[in-house]
């Protein structure tokens, strides 16, 4: 069951990352996610955005800030 909530969360978290784009609005990250994972609550895609986050972090640091507020504000929505 957990395997499965992770698996889960890295597919959303992979659709957050593909989809964000700077100044983008939380509202319409949301949207555009549930399009995909229809099943996403508000507080899964904060946590997949803050995955997103953590996992860009290494690889792609000039995309984390725009992630980073992503997450911050989808958060303060929730």
Do not use: C, W
Request: proline share 5%; hydrophobic share 40%.
């Amino acid at each position: 069951m957990r395997e499965k909530r992770l698996r889960d969360l890295e597919k959303i978290a992979e659709t957050v990352r593909s989809l964000a784009t700077p100044g983008m609005e939380p509202k319409a990250l949301i949207a555009a996610v549930r399009e995909r994972h229809p099943e996403a609550s508000k507080k899964r895609i904060a946590q997949a955005a803050f995955l997103s986050v953590i996992l860009s972090a290494e690889h792609e640091p000039e995309e984390v800030q725009a992630l980073h507020d992503l997450a911050m504000e989808t958060r303060d929505d929730s």
